[in-house]
């Protein structure tokens, strides 16, 4: 393997490499390198008949186009808003214009407050919206991303959400959870089909977990891969809940730096993201 590299580009980490992991901290308004850990180097496999036996990596997969919303739907968007109560001509906080269900043509999805509402001239006739509306968060501004993309390899995009859940300690303390949270619409409704919290928070306490979608090991769609990151604050001893099992209930939980269970693997099962058994 012989790496071109770019002098304004970070290199890729080789398997066999000396380096076996960067961090970067945020600076001055940019990302600069704050420490990395080393690995002895090891010689990569370049036999012939090794080369041969080797699987394929799988590919990334595509996703519907997605675009900054348009006026599409206009007329129907504007019954959405009188059925709301929301004033005439509010911008949605997020507008995406991509296929979500149905045919090949694009939707239009927007959030309002924590309403994500999905229409277009192919949409229900073109005569009716779908909504949602993100209960498990207390405020508007807990919604922190909506963007859209393929997971399940149907042709259609489905909706990732993240943002914030906040709780009570027993002493009084505001905790923070992160979250992700998957959303498919098909036959005109909108459907959570996975969550995972991400991150907990409290005070100047993290702890800090890794979720990423990976190409599906059936080649179709994508896996989301779950695993411990980091806690700053935080001690085995210290941190005050339990390490709970993934699949025990709505949400997925939190994976622990020092918990027994290293990493979690979804995939689509035809109706939801689910471990494996």
Do not use: C
């Amino acid at each position: 393997f012989n790496e071109t590299i770019a002098g304004d580009v970070e290199p890729i980490l080789l398997p066999w490499g000396t380096i076996k992991s960067k961090t970067f901290k945020l600076e001055g308004g940019k990302f600069a390198k704050a420490s990395e850990v080393t690995q002895a180097a090891s010689a990569p496999a370049s036999s012939t008949k090794t080369a041969d036996r080797q699987e394929p990596l799988p590919r990334d997969v595509p996703t519907p186009a997605v675009h900054k919303g348009s006026d599409l739907g206009k007329q129907v968007l504007e019954a959405y808003l009188r059925d709301a109560g929301i004033p005439p001509g509010t911008k949605p906080r997020f507008d995406l214009e991509v296929n979500v269900d149905g045919d090949a043509k694009p939707e239009r999805v927007a959030l309002f407050g924590r309403d994500i509402v999905v229409l277009g001239p192919s949409f229900k006739n073109g005569t009716g919206y779908a909504r949602l509306s993100l209960t498990q968060f207390a405020d508007d501004k807990d919604v922190a991303e909506l963007t859209a993309r393929d997971l399940n390899a149907d042709g259609a995009a489905e909706l990732v959400v993240r943002g914030a859940r906040h709780a009570k300690s027993p002493a009084g303390d505001t905790i923070d959870i992160d979250g992700l949270f998957v959303y498919q619409v098909k036959a005109g409704t909108i459907t959570r089909v996975f969550a995972v919290e991400t991150g907990r928070e409290m005070g100047d306490k993290r702890v800090q977990g890794l979720v990423q979608f990976v190409p599906a090991k059936n080649g179709k769609g994508f896996d989301i891969d779950v695993r411990p990151g980091m806690a700053k604050g935080w001690t085995k001893d210290s941190y005050p809940w339990p390490q709970e099992s993934p699949g025990a209930g709505p949400i997925e939980p939190l994976l622990l730096p020092w918990g027994d269970v290293k990493n979690v693997r979804y995939s689509w099962n035809g109706t939801a993201f689910a471990s494996a058994p």
